[in-house]
């Protein structure tokens, strides 16, 4: 089982929707969550992290379910400049800082 | 601020030939990792270094792949003998360890054709 399982998408959506993304983590020692948003041949960025009460960032929310090993992230009021892969990503190794990444979502937002 | 710079930004290389890729993390950042991604796939850790110390190359295939950071500053990393497989996008990263903070700062890599 892979640490860090994402549904590949991709994710077609109009402008203006809702969309929801979940990962599934194995490590249920895990302790740090993330999203990072990576553009077309571009370098992956930190979107936002993921707390256990959850966390919100304007139109971006992030929850964590600790029960179930999973992480969601979800986007309201689509905008084209949303289309990107999103990327899930676990830090599991606290002494050595390590990321362990999922294979990210595509998504598209369509006009 | 200055980011993380990487270079050359594309290689194109044929099978059995060599390759060094080039990497200076931003100012201060003592933490430096090679990820490595292939195409639809996420980013894979391939070495991790704090200051000029390997923290972590469980994932490097040492046969073929080097890397050093030898004055824990800018780093390279080198494959010798190339394989078709190892076409892929290698991003360097970097942070500032210690904080609470586990975000890494990404170059914008260096995309790698083997033929």
């Known amino acids: 089982r892979k640490e860090v399982e994402q549904d590949p998408g991709p994710f077609n959506v109009p402008e203006g929707a809702t969309v929801a993304f979940n990962c599934t983590y194995s490590?249920?020692?895990?302790?740090?969550f993330f999203w990072y948003r990576q553009d077309c041949r571009k370098e992956p960025k930190l979107l936002m992290s993921v707390y256990s009460s959850g966390n919100e960032d304007g139109r971006f929310t992030a929850q964590l379910n600790r029960a179930s090993q999973y992480i969601s992230l979800l986007i309201r009021d689509s905008k084209l400049s949303d289309s990107a892969t999103y990327l899930c990503?676990?830090?599991?190794?606290?002494?050595?800082?390590?990321?362990?990444f999922g294979t990210g979502t595509r998504l598209t937002i369509i006009p | 601020e200055a980011g993380v710079a990487q270079s050359p930004r594309y290689k194109i290389i044929e099978k059995r030939q060599s390759v060094a890729f080039w990497c200076n993390p931003i100012?201060?950042?003592?933490?430096l990792y090679w990820y490595q991604q292939i195409l639809g796939q996420g980013p894979k850790l391939l070495i991790q270094?704090?200051?000029?110390?390997?923290?972590?190359d469980s994932q490097l295939p040492k046969d073929r792949f080097s890397a050093e950071r030898l004055k824990g500053v800018d780093s390279t990393l080198k494959i010798q003998p190339a394989k078709l497989e190892d076409s892929a996008v290698y991003l360097c990263?970097?942070?500032?360890?210690?904080?609470?903070?586990?975000?890494?700062?990404f170059g914008p890599g260096t995309r790698l054709t083997v033929t």
């Open positions: 990263a970097s942070r500032f360890p210690g904080t609470t903070s586990y975000e890494q700062y």
């Open positions: 270094f704090q200051n000029n110390g390997v923290v972590d």
């Open positions: 100012s201060g950042h003592a933490t």
């Open positions: 490590n249920s020692a895990s302790q740090s």
């Open positions: 990503v676990v830090n599991s190794d606290f002494g050595n800082e390590k990321l362990t």
